[in-house]
């Protein structure tokens, strides 16, 4: 199991930054449970004078003791009475500290919060009047997206215009991803990805002298597993209604992703059912998805699955958990899972597709810089039929459209020829266009001379992929 620090070296340079500017500062983190927050504080506190206080889920009276109780150590102080308010302690904190440089992070800090509504106040009054003036490096941290960008990063927050920098921290792309899975084929590494997801801690149980299948089926498979029971631990700590709130990932994985389509299959009122899914949404857990191109209230959105370790869990594991636990692993993996392993990583695939053309727009090394990229889904109005687009990108009327194709055979003509027809669905909107192809297994001669022919085309295979990698 790899524990080394990875991907984050960028983050960590910016905190970096900012600690050498010698002022007060106040930095907001935030982003999944899971996704490597501590990790990123403590790499960073290593070298530094720094208070490390993890909030719990207790009341006021007992966090503000365990703080005390770390102040006073950091300062070597004994026997002295706990504080009495965040007021004071923060006060001492800015009085013993002198010209010295000290970070003092606060995580979980929606929990404190929580327990004390006026913490907020307190702390945009202490730095107004006092902790500017000091060289105090305030770090909030938070995995509840929706409370850290409301109540703390929100312009109806106390702390409104008091932060020197934010972070929202997300799970790894496929390109950071894979720098865990060293030992793999490149197709090994993208299929792990769409296992284990994004998310740094899920990776390091990947073990490197094991098969894409001997890993799925030790850490998926049996119920002694670190990820065996994840995604429920995860829900019941955050939600109140754990039971409400899987069944709406599990109606997602299984298909039902309209929001009257999950209330329908769940069995629960619609409006009860929007406000458990903007719930996840703002955990990270799901991601709200319109067609490219329209209004976030639209009639159209589709609601998915933000970590493909949730997405995999709830396919393959949740469903099947009776059989896995009288010991069926391996008709489970049969069965189960290796049939159906190419149809799950359609989607997988796309997200991967995605991946590559941001980073290659970032480069400027694509035809256009484009400034919204997507998927589209609706009615062909010449053919009326219903139409996919995996991706579509534009920068004013220059368009990129892509196709993805996870199968085991090469691309051929008919995909870029039905591609085109669905591009002519935006034609009044465009000048130019360019078409993207990408393909697991390659392409057939016929596509590849096409491409040759027509600098509008352009063909990404995995070596491609991982070129940027």
């Known amino acids: 199991?790899?524990?080394?620090?990875?991907?984050?070296?960028?983050?960590?340079?910016?905190?970096?930054?900012?600690?050498?500017?010698?002022?007060?500062?106040?930095?907001?983190?935030?982003?999944?449970?899971?996704?490597?927050k501590t990790t990123l504080l403590n790499e960073f506190c290593k070298d530094k004078d720094s208070i490390f206080y993890s909030a719990e889920q207790s009341n006021n009276k007992l966090n503000l003791e365990k703080f005390s109780e770390l102040v006073f150590n950091f300062f070597n102080e004994r026997n002295l009475e706990p504080f009495s308010s965040w007021t004071n302690a923060l006060s001492y904190i800015d009085e013993h500290q002198k010209n010295k440089r000290i970070v003092l992070v606060i995580d979980e800090f929606p929990y404190l919060v929580k327990k004390n509504k006026a913490l907020l106040?307190?702390?945009?009054?202490?730095?107004?009047?006092?902790?500017?003036?000091?060289?105090?490096?305030?770090?909030?941290?938070?995995?509840?997206?929706?409370?850290?960008?409301?109540?703390?990063?929100?312009?109806?927050?106390?702390?409104?215009?008091?932060?020197?920098?934010?972070?929202?921290?997300?799970?790894f792309n496929y390109q950071t991803s894979i720098k865990f899975l060293n030992r793999f084929t490149d197709e090994e590494k993208l299929k792990l990805y769409g296992a284990f997801g994004g998310t740094p801690l899920y990776l390091q149980q990947i073990e490197s002298d094991e098969t894409f299948e001997e890993n799925i089926k030790r850490a998926f498979l049996k119920n002694t597993s670190y990820l065996y029971e994840e995604p429920l631990l995860l829900l019941r700590q955050e939600v109140q209604e754990p039971g409400v709130y899987s069944a709406i990932i599990e109606a997602i994985a299984g298909g039902y992703t309209k929001a009257n389509e999950i209330s329908t299959k769940i069995g629960e009122d619609a409006a009860k059912c929007l406000k458990y899914i903007k719930t996840l949404c703002e955990l990270g857990i799901l991601y709200k998805e319109t067609p490219f191109g329209e209004k976030e209230s639209s009639r159209k959105t589709l609601y998915g699955i933000s970590d493909f370790m949730f997405r995999f869990w709830y396919r393959y594991v949740f469903t099947n958990r009776t059989l896995i636990e009288t010991g069926a692993k391996e008709a489970v993996w049969m069965k189960r899972i290796e049939p159906d392993y190419n149809n799950y990583m359609g989607l997988v695939f796309e997200k991967i597709c995605m991946d590559y053309l941001n980073v290659q727009n970032a480069k400027g090394q694509l035809p256009i810089l484009f400034t919204s990229i997507g998927r589209w889904w609706g009615t062909n109005p010449a053919t009326r039929n219903q139409v996919e687009i995996d991706l579509i990108a534009n920068d004013g009327k220059d368009y990129l459209i892509g196709e993805c194709k996870w199968r085991n055979e090469k691309l051929d003509l008919a995909v870029l020829q039905d591609l085109k027809q669905k591009a002519d669905i935006f034609s009044r909107n465009r000048t130019h266009t360019w078409f993207v192809l990408f393909s697991k297994s390659g392409f057939t001669q016929a596509v590849v001379e096409e491409a040759e022919k027509n600098d509008n085309i352009i063909l990404v295979s995995i070596d491609k992929l991982m070129e940027i990698c």
Request: hydrophobic letters at 40%.
């Open 1 to 36: 199991m790899q524990v080394i620090f990875i991907g984050r070296e960028k983050e960590l340079t910016d905190l970096d930054e900012l600690y050498a500017q010698n002022r007060f500062q106040l930095f907001v983190l935030y982003g999944r449970r899971r996704v490597g």
């Open 121 to 171: 106040s307190e702390l945009q009054h202490l730095i107004d009047h006092r902790l500017r003036n000091g060289n105090l490096f305030m770090v909030l941290c938070g995995s509840y997206m929706g409370f850290m960008e409301k109540e703390v990063l929100g312009s109806k927050s106390p702390l409104f215009g008091r932060r020197t920098g934010q972070l929202h921290m997300k799970p």
